[in-house]
C-alpha cells in the first residue's frame, strides 16, 4: 500500500531536509485528518504511521509531488482501517460508508493548523492541559522534550495529554463559527503567550530562559500570523515575541546570574529581530481594535529602541501601560509594569504609593516584592529594601532570580 502511495501521487528527485518537511506538514495533516473523521486519539496515531512511512520511503524513492496530500491519504487509510477493525460486524459497512475520504488529490488548506489549534485550545481544557496538547499536538515536541521543558515528571504530561484527548474524543471537529471564533482565537494566543513566558522567564528551575520554549512559541505563533494576517492580536503577539527575545542574549552573565534589562549590553541584542518586531509593531498598531497584545508589544519596541537605560522614553511608556491597564479586568502582571514606570517618571515614592492597591491581587508573589524592594532602595530605606529582597527570594523558585535578588539584599546588609 505504502508503496502505491507514492506512485499515485507522483514521486520527484529525493530531496534534503525530509525531516523538516515532516515536521511542517505535519500539524495541518493531524487537522486535516481529525477535521474529517474525528477521533483526535486515533488519527494521531494513523498520522504518525504517515510520518514514520515518508521518513522511510522518501529519501529512497523520492518526496512525492504533493507531500502533505500523500501524508493525508496513508494516514486516513490507516485510520479507517483501524476504525473499521474496532466495529462490530453489523455496523462496519455503515461506517465504511461515513468514513470514505473525500477527494485527496485536491490541495488542502493550510486552515487545517489554525482548526488544530483551535481544537487544542478548547477552553473546555485547563490551561496547562491546553498548552501540553498545543506543543505535542501542533509543535509536534514529544512528551519527554514537554517534560523536560516544563520540569515536570513525563508521567504527568503524558496525563495531561491523555485527559485533553479524551475530553476532546466525541468533540465534532469544524471551524468555530462566527460566533465563538474570536474567543477561540484568544484562547489560542493565549496559549503560544503562556509558552512563550514560560520559555522567556522559567518559573522554575536553574535556568532562566528555556530557548526550545520561546522560539517553539514564535514558530507557532508565525504560522498563525500566515493564515491570518489581518489580525492586530496575532501581529502585536509575534512582534512582542520577537522583541522580547531579541534580549535573551543579554539576559544572563557568564555564571547564568541574571542581568537586569536596565544593566544589559544592549550591543548584545538581536538587531535584526528588533527590526522585524518594530515593523510588526507599526503595523500591528493600524490594525484595530487595538489590544493588550498590540500595546504591550509597543511597549517593548520603546525599550528596545533606548541605546541605552538613560535614554528611554518612560512618560511615552506609562502613557502605554495606562492604555493597557484602563478597566475592571487589568492584568495584574500588566499593573506591576505600570508601578515600575510610573516611578521612573515620577519617583520612586509614588509607585510605593500606587503599590499598596496591588498587594491583595499579588499577595506573597516575588515579582511585587521585588518592585517593592527596589522602590524602597531607591528612596534609600534598605533595611525594608532588603527584607522586601529576601521576601521576593522566598517566594520564587526559579534559581536564578533566587540568587540575583538574594545577591542584591547582601549588598544592603548592615
Not at 214 to 237: F, K, M
Request: aromatic share 4%.
Amino acid at each position: 500500500m505504502e508503496g502505491s502511495d507514492v506512485d499515485e501521487t507522483g514521486a520527484g528527485p529525493p530531496e534534503p531536509g525530509t525531516e523538516d518537511l515532516l515536521r511542517h506538514h505535519a500539524p495541518q495533516v493531524l487537522g486535516a485528518v481529525v477535521r474529517r473523521y474525528g477521533h483526535f486519539d486515533a488519527a494521531e496515531d494513523a498520522v504518525q504511521e504517515a510520518l514514520l512511512a515518508a521518513a522511510r520511503q522518501w529519501p529512497e524513492s523520492g518526496t512525492p509531488a504533493n507531500p502533505r496530500g500523500w501524508l493525508i491519504r496513508v494516514a486516513s487509510r490507516r485510520l479507517t482501517d483501524r476504525l473499521r477493525a474496532d466495529e462490530a460486524r453489523e455496523r462496519r459497512e455503515r461506517t465504511a460508508v461515513r468514513l470514505e475520504p473525500r477527494e485527496t488529490r485536491a490541495a488542502p488548506s493550510d486552515d487545517d493548523t489554525l482548526t488544530l489549534l483551535f481544537l487544542c485550545c478548547d477552553p473546555a481544557l485547563a490551561p496547562a492541559a491546553r498548552v501540553a496538547l498545543t506543543l505535542r499536538a501542533v509543535g509536534g515536541l514529544t512528551t519527554a522534550e514537554i517534560a523536560r521543558a516544563h520540569l515536570v515528571p513525563e508521567a504527568t504530561i503524558a496525563q495531561r495529554i491523555s485527559r485533553a484527548k479524551q475530553k476532546l474524543k466525541d468533540h465534532s471537529f469544524r471551524p468555530p463559527g462566527p460566533g465563538d471564533r474570536d474567543a477561540r482565537l484568544a484562547a489560542v494566543l493565549q496559549v503560544l503567550y503562556l509558552i512563550f513566558n514560560e520559555g522567556y522567564t522559567a518559573t522554575s528551575g536553574p535556568a532562566l530562559h528555556r530557548a526550545d520554549l520561546s522560539r517553539e512559541a514564535i514558530r507557532l505563533t508565525r504560522s498563525v500570523r500566515r493564515l491570518l494576517p489581518h489580525e492586530g492580536a496575532v501581529t502585536g503577539l509575534l512582534a512582542l515575541m520577537l522583541l522580547t527575545e531579541a534580549r535573551s542574549a543579554a539576559r544572563t552573565g557568564p555564571l547564568g546570574e541574571l542581568v537586569p534589562l536596565d544593566a544589559q549590553d544592549r550591543a548584545l541584542w538581536d538587531s535584526a529581530a528588533i527590526a522585524e518586531g518594530t515593523a510588526l509593531v507599526e503595523e500591528a498598531l493600524g490594525q484595530a481594535p487595538v489590544g493588550p497584545y498590540q500595546l504591550q508589544a509597543a511597549i517593548a519596541a520603546l525599550h528596545d529602541e533606548a541605546a541605552d537605560a538613560g535614554d528611554t522614553d518612560w512618560p511615552q511608556i506609562l502613557a502605554l501601560y495606562d492604555l493597557l491597564v484602563a478597566g475592571p479586568a487589568a492584568d495584574p502582571m500588566a499593573e506591576l509594569g505600570r508601578v515600575v514606570a510610573l516611578a521612573m517618571v515620577d519617583g520612586p515614592e509614588a509607585g510605593l504609593t500606587e503599590l499598596v492597591a496591588l498587594e491583595p491581587r499579588l499577595k506573597n508573589h516575588h515579582r511585587l516584592e521585588a518592585v517593592r524592594a527596589h522602590l524602597l532602595e531607591r528612596t534609600g530605606a534598605t533595611e525594608a529594601a532588603r527584607r522586601s529582597y529576601e521576601s521576593a527570594a522566598r517566594h520564587t523558585l526559579s534559581l536564578p532570580e533566587r540568587h540575583y535578588l538574594l545577591t542584591r539584599a547582601a549588598r544592603l546588609a548592615p
